[in-house]
């Protein structure tokens, strides 16, 4: 045991509180909490743990921790701090609903809007729908029977719906009361009580017909039907789970599997699962989960959750009525969503391993180049031809997954735009100097798509730059087929080609170069465009932009006889074009 954790273990309290855990880096991997810090924490250090949770342990340098006066503190900090640090073995949740809920608004004169995720300072929501397009259609229902606010801006006067009798028209009315009088009955409708509401369409429908009003009696009459199909029965039904969220989970080989039911109205009406890595205790991982599903939705009046939790604990975090069923028809449905969570296990276990294939080639890299640390790796290639359009491409790749949004292009502006070392040294600075300013990460590991002299190259910036930056390169042979890696002490490792970490080197090499060469055509085109049409005498920028949008291309424009190409240009400029393009 590190002296440093030694000391800290002896003078933690046994009170509750939230405990950090940190690499040799300083940077935050996990967040825990605990009823007892001292007795928590020291179970890392002082017992045998396999697993992930080994994983963990191996990375621990350090750690820090928070009292707090409660269990329920602890909760809401570990969530905070959670949110805050995103730590790599902490369990992390997307940030947003993959369902839509129908808010009403918290204006003075409320409206209805769609959105994915819960904001109680916004309104009241009303959800989740199975779809979007359910909760569009029910709010479209809604804007022609009820006369709300329509208008996201109150305008000076009234608008078109406050003349066909579908708005109170706030902006010019006194509307407090009856306004009110029609918010309450489109809560009671988002609640499930639309019964007299269906009696109101069944008269206007036939009120519609007899008028002969066939189009407005069909759209009524859609109406119903629709109204009909979300108070049908579902498969799934308990006159017991009004409005009640149920969760279960199962665990396999460092991956644990979460599943929700989410009831509505005595409706089954969404369902969502989660297949992620964690690194701790199954109830620590079933906290953060439901501490971070709850920020994405709303709290229903009750919680079926496993046994394995505290009821007390939960019911002052999120006050709900919460149930920890050991028998009769609630733990049947607890059954059921282990149940359903096995089956989410068994569908993702494919992306599971090969999330845990990357870890295990990520960490092979790390060891065969002696590195602290690899999750970031970056590559670079440059383009052009004949020294013309100049270009590079720059992939990133985290934790042996291709992070695109990180992905960049750069333009390369030195004189002698032939001379691929200079390239070289150009991209890398420009990529360097994006990490000294703290504008990106600096790289765990980065990869020259070439040989010993464009790695010498690469270095020399970085070290004229003061940066400690890990890079090696790929080697090719004769026929640029990569043969070697060239370590961090330059000396090449040969792999074979079936090789599981030579597969992913040259996965990461054909993404660069497609990049790279992407842009590069891009930009050629452009220029190729640009200096065949600049160079025309009457061609200006009107006309040039005139024929593109026509013939898209410099290859169609070509083509084109000078009688066709008149029609957008004077004669004597169309016969310029011909002439100029062909000796192109």
């Known amino acids: 045991m590190k002296e440093n954790i030694k000391r800290k273990l002896e003078i933690l309290p046994l009170e509750p509180g939230c405990y950090l855990m940190k690499d040799k880096f300083n940077n935050i991997i996990y967040v825990g909490k605990a009823k007892k810090l001292k007795n928590r924490v020291s179970q890392y250090f002082t017992r045998a743990v396999n697993g992930k949770t080994a994983l ?8 820090d921790y928070i009292v707090t006066n409660s ?17 790599k073995y902490n369990i992390l949740l997307k940030d947003g609903s993959h369902y839509p809920y129908i808010l009403l608004t918290k204006e003075e004169h409320p409206r209805l809007r769609i959105v994915r995720k819960v904001d109680k300072r916004k309104g009241r929501h009303f959800g989740p729908y199975s779809d979007s397009s359910a909760a569009r259609k029910v709010v479209n229902m809604l804007n022609q029977l009820f006369p709300l606010r329509k208008c996201q801006n109150l305008p000076k006067k009234p608008c078109l719906y406050y003349h066909t009798g579908q708005c109170l028209a706030p902006c010019i009315n006194k509307v407090n009361e009856e306004e ?13 009580e639309n019964k007299q509401i269906k009696k109101v369409l069944v008269s206007k429908m036939k009120e519609a017909s007899e008028t002969m009003q066939y189009e407005q009696a069909l759209e009524y009459k859609n109406m119903i039907d629709y109204l009909d199909h979300i108070n049908e029965k579902q498969n799934v039904e308990s006159a017991t789970l009004k409005d009640c969220d149920v969760f279960g989970f199962h665990t396999q080989e460092g991956y644990i599997a979460f599943s929700t039911l989410m009831y509505r109205n005595n409706h089954l009406i969404a369902k969502e699962d989660e297949v992620l890595p964690y690194f701790d205790s199954i109830e620590d991982a079933l906290y953060s989960y439901l501490n971070q599903f709850y ?25 709900a009525n919460i149930l920890i069923p050991t028998r009769g028809r609630y733990n049947e449905i607890i059954s059921m969503v282990a149940n359903n969570a096995i089956k989410a296990m ?12 990357n870890y295990l080639l990520m960490n092979r890299l790390k060891e065969m180049l002696g590195l602290e640390k690899l999750e970031r790796i970056e590559m670079i290639d440059n383009s052009h031809t004949a020294g013309a359009n ?35 040294k150009e991209v890398v600075y420009k990529r360097l100097y994006k990490s000294l300013t703290k504008e990106i990460p600096l790289m765990d590991l980065f990869i020259v798509d070439g040989g010993i002299t464009q790695l010498h190259a690469a270095k020399e910036v970085a070290s004229t730059m003061k940066l400690n930056v890990p890079m090696i390169g790929l080697s090719k042979n004769d026929k640029h087929q990569t043969r070697a890696i060239i370590d961090l002490n330059e000396e090449e490792i040969i792999l074979e080609k079936n090789d599981d970490l030579f597969i992913f080197l040259m996965k990461l090499q ?10 590069h055509k891009k930009t050629r085109s452009k220029s190729l465009i640009s200096s065949a049409l ?21 290859s169609n424009i070509a083509s084109s006889s000078i009688e066709e190409l008149s029609q957008y240009v004077p004669i004597e400029v169309a016969r310029e074009i011909k002439e100029k393009l062909e000796q192109k």
Not at 56 to 63: K, M, P, R, T, Y
Not at 346 to 357: A, C, I, R
Not at 392 to 418: E, H, M, W
Request: charged content about 30%; glycine content about 4%.
């Open 56 to 63: 963990l342990v191996h990375d621990i340098e350090d750690f």
């Open 534 to 554: 600049d160079e025309i005498k009457g061609l200006g920028k009107v006309r040039k932009e005139k024929l593109l949008s026509v013939y898209k291309t410099i």
């Open 510 to 519: 054909d993404e660069v170069h497609r990049y790279a060469i992407t842009y």
């Open 71 to 87: 269990e329920k503190e602890c909760l809401l900090l570990e969530l905070n701090l959670i949110r805050k640090h995103m730590p």
């Open 180 to 192: 009110q009088k029609v918010i309450k009955e489109v809560i009671d409708f988002l609640n499930g």
């Open 295 to 319: 920020l994405n939705h709303i709290v229903p009046k009750n919680i079926i959750v496993p046994s394995i939790l505290d009821k007390d604990l939960l019911h002052d975090l999120f006050q």
């Open 346 to 357: 068994e569908q993702k276990v494919l992306g599971s391993k090969k999330y845990q294939d």
């Open 390 to 424: 100049l270009v590079a491409g720059v992939v990133v790749f985290i934790n042996g997954v291709p992070s695109k949004k990180d992905y960049r292009k750069y333009r390369l502006t030195n004189l002698n735009s032939a001379d691929d070392l200079e390239s070289t």
